[in-house]
Every structure is written in C-alpha cells, then in structure tokens.
C-alpha cells in the first residue's frame, strides 16, 4: 500500500504540471477564448472549474508522451527523468500560479471536512490496489505488454509471438511509464489511479443533500460507485478494461455536469470529446463515444465565425496527436492498421500478422464475448464460422449465461433503448411540427417544458444518451462479454430513466414537503447500500489479507515454465495453461518453435510468422 502511495503522490505531481501546462496553453489561444457578452466587443479565457481537469489532461498528455517515446527507446528511467526535468520547467515557469493553486488546495484540504473525505477515498482506493484478484488476462499479456514497453519500447511484429501483444493499448504505455521497474519490481497501480479519480469525482453526489434536488449526473455517480465495488477487490491489476470503463464515467459525468451547470465555453466540451479520442486508444471499443463530439462540432460550426473555425481546426490536430502514435504502434506491432480488423490492409509489411490468424482471432474475441466456450470455439475448422452462429441461438444463450444484478441492468437497458426510440421520434416530430405548414400535426412548444435548470437539455440529453445507446449496441453486436461493456450497461438505462425520474421529481415541486421527503428517502437508500457494499468488501477481503501488502504491492502470478530457443534468443512458455506472468521474458503462450523467426539476429529487428496456421 505504501508503494501505491508513493507512485500515486508521484503520479498526482506529474500529470497535474502536465495537465496544468497543457490547459494554459490550450486557453491562451486566441481561438479558444469565448465572448464576454453578445455585443461581442471581447472574449475570455476560459478557467477549468475542477482542479481533476488537470490531472485528466496530464494523463492524455503523459501517455501520448509514453507511447511516443516507446518508438525510439524503452520507456523506463530515462523517460522519467526526462518527464521529472520537464515538470521542473513547468513548476519554475508557473510558479505563482502553481503556487497559488497549492495554498488554496491545501486549505481547502486541511480546513474542511471535504478534504478529509478526499484524503480517506485515497487511501481507501490505494489499500484496493496494493493487492486483490489478479486479472485472468494480466498474467496471459498485459503483463508481458508493459514489459515489452519497459524493456524495448516496441518491436516489428511483435504480435507473431503472440497475437495478444497485438492488443496494443495506450493504457499499457502508460502503465510502463509508471511502473518503476527501473526500481526493481514492475509496479501496476494505473488502473487504480483510474479508479481513484473516478470515486474523488462521485464524491460530489453528497452535494444532492445541499442542493435539495436531484441532477442527471447523480444517477451515473451511482452506477460509478456501483462500478467501483465491483472491481474494487480487481483493480490491482492493470486490465484496459479498468481504464476504459472509468474514462467513460469520467467523460459522461463531468460532460453532465456542465450541462447542468450551463457552461457555454466550447473549450471544455472540446478537451471532453479529445478525452473520448483518449478512450479509444485504450480500446477500440469505446468509438461510438465520439458521438458526443457533434456537441462541440455544432458549438463551432453554429453562426461560426474564422475564431471557431481555427479552434476546429486546433482541435483535429490535438486530436491526431493523441491517436497517431496509437495507430504508429499498431503498425509496427501488427503490421495492420487496427488489429485485428482486416478489413483495412494498407501496408503489406513483411512482419505482418497472417491475415487468417488476424480474422480467426477477431472471430475468437466475438465467439468469446457470446458465450461460446473455448471447447466450441476449437471445434469450429473455420474461425469465419464462428460469425455465422444464429442471433437467437447465441442470444438466449448468452442471456442465460448473466446473472444476478447484470441481467436486470441488460433488460432494463432494453427497455431504456425503447424509450429513447420514443423520444427521438418525440424530438423530430415537435420539430417538424414547428414548421410552417406542420405546425398543427403537434402541440407547438418545447420539448418537455423545464421548471428548473437543473433539468437537462433535450437535444443534449438525446445526443448523450445516444452515443451511450450506440455504444451498447456496438458491444453487444461485437463481444458482449460483461467486463467489456460493463460501463454502458450501467449507465443507459440510468441516464434515460434518471432523465424521467428528475422530471417528476420537478412536478412534486422542489421546496414541498414530498421532495424533501424523497431526498431524505433517497439519501437513506443510498447511505445503507454504500455500507452494505463495505461490509461484504471487508468480508470477502478477509480471506486475501496480507500485512507485507500495506508495504508492498502484491505482484503478478508465479507459473512454471518451459523454454524454446530461436535464432540464440530463448524464449519461456507455461507448462500449463497459457498464463506466465511478468517474470518471465520474453515468453509465448506455448512453444512456437519453427513457427516464428527473427527478422535479423537480435530480437529488436522484429518477429515474423513462419507457419501462419491459427
């Protein structure tokens, strides 16, 4: 636990300069100024609300500045130092600003009881990370991933050795970058950090007792703390599935927050929908959140004039900087664009993945994710067999394959999704109806007239829900295995419900005895389930509870192993299974021998398939 602490405070240093830098630099654009007033004699920088928005941009900019620097060398010491002078350049450059923002961070720390709740969730979520269940997968690749990173940056072909090194994520550079393997011991404390930064920003929901009334983000800060208590006891280790999952609450809350607070800057949506471009180089699934990108699109093309154009054209080019190093390692990794997409072959690289191991392994990742278990997927003589199982069949299997709370969420989803359906067609119908000559079809008037501003936009709460509608349907016609799209599961009927919930709240009047009664109600409920998730946490923590982990964090798994030799270099795989852990380098998920050889005679000129046979 001591170690987590120790790499977080580093953690928490480093992206905030970052992070910090990059904003300045980004609100001093004359482009990313918004008008003062609609005379439109002057414009403003725009200040970030939450001292978080720092730590978030810093991450973007701390993995793409890994990635980057794994093209050239392994990301280990010398990355660090690099990054450790450049926030010594940041912290001398802004120092009044900094300090100011540390004096008033400190205050609000020490002299206020909100501080002593930030400082216990921090704790709290490093206590989570110092040990757990480690992840099925870490010990199958994603360990062997951020070593790669750490020992050689990156390698031609990689994913010849084992296609699950294809799998790039930025996650992993970023994990690499913060694992102080330099030290000693790789340490995977990221996708708690992730974790952490999401439950400091569900702690806002306390504020629903303040402010007498509930808002739409109340309902995602639930199903976020819902999340955490899920993989509490599993965040110790480094999945992208964490990542991800967290990102996506992150972006979803703080975008409704600003909703709600009616932020008319564009500069903010736009860092938001760059954040989502974030998502996706952590996994390919997490695409159809680009959809929210159309709010700050039309913020800028609407009555646009040259100043939003350029702050358009700014934000593309933000946005190829964080996907373009992603995409350069898939390349050098793969040989592909998006592995394992193979519908885009645009390079025909010597070390290229065979494209029927390619199509056989998306085939395998869809099989996987409907249920089908790996007996029934080996069976199949054609990996494009496994795409042609029938909907209803792997359906109601899958269905039947969820249990407990997970398959009331999937059914209250489809429920959420009609109702969406509903109102779109709502939407578009009172908009026709507002043109001339439709205008008597419906009653003229807006959409769910709003008695309060707490409530949501419409058009903004269709595009929201929508992208979490897309996404959901994505998923579940991709790989709809639980972990994958856990975040989307909780989050669409919570938003399109929670929508309709706020509504009628509203129509019980804020200031009448009945809503204060509901808040009262609502608090109470949600007071005795977060200490009932508590107790079952401590409870089922008991059985893993080790004393050198409030030291140390555990480590990943322990197997025994064989080895192969290939042109001098020797490689180690399992003996049983398929899992090796970190320990263990290079290694393969099985002998591969005269089925890869080197490109030259060390193992940085890169991997090529000799026998592409799935």
């Given at each position: 636990?001591?170690?987590?602490?120790?790499?977080?405070?580093?953690?928490?240093?480093?992206?905030?300069?970052?992070?910090?830098?990059?904003?300045?630099?980004?609100?001093?654009?004359?482009?990313?100024?918004?008008?003062?007033?609609?005379?439109?004699?002057?414009?403003?920088?725009?200040?970030?609300?939450?001292?978080?928005?720092?730590?978030?941009?810093?991450?973007?900019?701390?993995?793409?500045?890994?990635?980057?620097?794994?093209?050239?060398?392994?990301?280990?010491?010398?990355?660090?130092?690099?990054?450790?002078?450049?926030?010594?350049?940041?912290?001398?450059?802004?120092?009044?600003?900094?300090?100011?923002?540390?004096?008033?961070?400190?205050?609000?720390?020490?002299?206020?009881?909100?501080?002593?709740?930030?400082?216990?969730?921090?704790?709290?979520?490093?206590?989570?990370?110092?040990?757990?269940?480690?992840?099925?997968?870490?010990?199958?690749?994603?360990?062997?991933?951020?070593?790669w990173i750490e020992e050689y940056g990156i390698?031609?072909?990689?994913?010849?050795?084992?296609?699950?090194?294809?799998?790039?994520?930025?996650?992993?550079?970023?994990?690499?970058?913060?694992?102080?393997?330099?030290?000693?011991?790789?340490?995977?404390?990221?996708?708690?950090?992730?974790?952490?930064?999401?439950?400091?920003?569900?702690?806002?929901?306390?504020?629903?007792?303040?402010?007498?009334?509930?808002?739409?983000?109340?309902?995602?800060?639930?199903?976020?703390?819902?999340?955490?208590?899920?993989?509490?006891?599993?965040?110790?280790?480094?999945?992208?599935?964490?990542?991800?999952?967290?990102?996506?609450?992150?972006?979803?809350?703080?975008?409704?927050?600003?909703?709600?607070?009616?932020?008319?800057?564009?500069?903010?949506?736009?860092?938001?929908?760059?954040?989502?471009?974030?998502?996706?180089?952590?996994?390919?699934?997490?695409?159809?959140?680009?959809?929210?990108?159309?709010?700050?699109?039309?913020?800028?093309?609407?009555?646009?004039?040259?100043?939003?154009?350029?702050?358009?054209?700014?934000?593309?080019?933000?946005?190829?900087?964080?996907?373009?190093?992603?995409?350069?390692?898939?390349?050098?990794?793969?040989?592909?664009?998006?592995?394992?997409?193979?519908?885009?072959?645009?390079?025909?690289?010597?070390?290229?993945?065979?494209?029927?191991?390619?199509?056989?392994?998306?085939?395998?990742?869809?099989?996987?994710?409907?249920?089908?278990?790996?007996?029934?997927?080996?069976?199949?003589?054609?990996?494009?067999?496994?795409?042609?199982?029938?909907?209803?069949?792997?359906?109601?299997?899958?269905?039947?394959?969820?249990?407990?709370?997970?398959?009331?969420?999937?059914?209250?989803?489809?429920?959420?999704?009609?109702?969406?359906?509903?109102?779109?067609?709502?939407?578009?119908?009172?908009?026709?109806?507002?043109?001339?000559?439709?205008?008597?079809?419906?009653?003229?008037?807006?959409?769910?007239?709003?008695?309060?501003?707490?409530?949501?936009?419409?058009?903004?709460?269709?595009?929201?829900?929508?992208?979490?509608?897309?996404?959901?349907?994505?998923?579940?016609?991709?790989?709809?295995?639980?972990?994958?799209?856990?975040?989307?599961?909780?989050?669409?009927?919570?938003?399109?419900?929670?929508?309709?919930?706020?509504?009628?709240?509203?129509?019980?009047?804020?200031?009448?005895?009945?809503?204060?009664?509901?808040?009262?109600?609502?608090?109470?409920?949600?007071?005795?389930?977060?200490?009932?998730?508590?107790?079952?946490?401590?409870?089922?923590?008991?059985?893993?509870?080790?004393?050198?982990?409030?030291?140390?964090?555990?480590?990943?798994?322990?197997?025994?192993?064989?080895?192969?030799?290939?042109?001098?270099?020797?490689?180690?795989?399992?003996?049983?299974?398929?899992r090796i852990g970190y320990k263990y380098f290079?290694?393969?998920?099985?002998?591969?021998?005269?089925?890869?050889?080197?490109?030259?005679?060390?193992?940085?000129?890169?991997?090529?398939?000799?026998?592409?046979?799935?």
């Amino acid at each position: 636990m001591l170690s987590v602490v120790l790499i977080w405070i580093y953690v928490i240093i480093t992206t905030y300069l970052t992070g910090f830098a990059f904003l300045k630099f980004v609100t001093s654009l004359d482009c990313m100024q918004s008008q003062k007033n609609k005379s439109k004699t002057g414009y403003k920088k725009y200040n970030p609300h939450y001292r978080e928005s720092y730590i978030m941009a810093g991450i973007v900019v701390d993995t793409v500045y890994a990635q980057i620097y794994s093209l050239m060398a392994g990301v280990g010491v010398s990355a660090n130092l690099i990054l450790i002078a450049f926030c010594a350049l940041i912290a001398v450059y802004y120092r009044q600003e900094l300090f100011e923002e540390v004096m008033d961070a400190v205050r609000v720390t020490v002299g206020s009881r909100v501080g002593l709740y930030y400082i216990l969730i921090f704790l709290l979520m490093a206590y989570g990370t110092s040990h757990g269940i480690m992840h099925y997968d870490s010990d199958l690749y994603h360990a062997q991933a951020i070593r790669w990173i750490e020992e050689y940056g990156i390698v031609r072909g990689l994913g010849n050795l084992h296609v699950r090194l294809a799998y790039n994520s930025s996650s992993f550079a970023l994990a690499a970058l913060y694992s102080m393997s330099f030290l000693g011991k790789s340490y995977h404390a990221m996708a708690g950090f992730f974790a952490l930064m999401l439950a400091w920003q569900c702690l806002d929901l306390k504020d629903i007792i303040r402010r007498k009334q509930p808002i739409l983000s109340d309902f995602a800060r639930i199903m976020a703390i819902y999340y955490l208590f899920t993989i509490f006891d599993e965040m110790v280790a480094p999945a992208s599935d964490y990542y991800l999952s967290c990102i996506v609450f992150y972006i979803i809350i703080h975008w409704l927050d600003m909703n709600v607070r009616h932020t008319h800057s564009y500069v903010p949506y736009i860092m938001l929908a760059l954040t989502g471009v974030y998502a996706v180089t952590i996994k390919l699934s997490a695409a159809p959140i680009l959809i929210l990108a159309i709010i700050p699109i039309y913020k800028l093309l609407h009555k646009g004039d040259t100043r939003k154009y350029k702050a358009l054209g700014v934000s593309v080019v933000f946005a190829l900087i964080i996907v373009l190093p992603f995409l350069i390692r898939n390349i050098i990794i793969s040989g592909w664009l998006v592995y394992p997409v193979t519908g885009i072959d645009l390079f025909n690289l010597k070390w290229e993945i065979p494209k029927e191991i390619a199509a056989y392994d998306a085939a395998e990742i869809r099989a996987y994710g409907r249920g089908l278990d790996n007996q029934a997927i080996m069976s199949q003589a054609d990996g494009a067999a496994l795409w042609e199982t029938d909907f209803i069949a792997w359906a109601s299997n899958w269905f039947a394959g969820i249990h407990g709370l997970n398959k009331v969420m999937i059914v209250l989803d489809v429920v959420a999704i009609v109702v969406y359906v509903l109102c779109l067609i709502y939407f578009f119908a009172v908009a026709l109806s507002e043109t001339p000559g439709l205008k008597n079809k419906l009653n003229t008037g807006k959409v769910f007239k709003l008695s309060t501003r707490s409530m949501l936009n419409f058009a903004d709460f269709l595009t929201i829900s929508g992208s979490l509608v897309v996404c959901l349907l994505f998923w579940f016609f991709s790989a709809p295995l639980i972990r994958y799209g856990e975040v989307y599961v909780c989050l669409t009927f919570a938003i399109i419900f929670g929508r309709f919930l706020i509504h009628g709240f509203n129509k019980l009047g804020v200031d009448s005895a009945r809503a204060r009664l509901a808040i009262q109600i609502f608090a109470t409920i949600l007071v005795v389930w977060i200490g009932y998730k508590g107790v079952r946490l401590v409870i089922d923590d008991v059985s893993r509870f080790n004393a050198a982990n409030f030291l140390t964090q555990q480590d990943y798994g322990d197997y025994e192993v064989d080895t192969f030799v290939i042109c001098d270099v020797t490689f180690y795989y399992p003996v049983e299974g398929d899992r090796i852990g970190y320990k263990y380098f290079p290694s393969a998920p099985r002998d591969m021998t005269g089925q890869i050889e080197l490109i030259g005679k060390r193992i940085e000129d890169g991997i090529v398939y000799k026998n592409p046979q799935p």
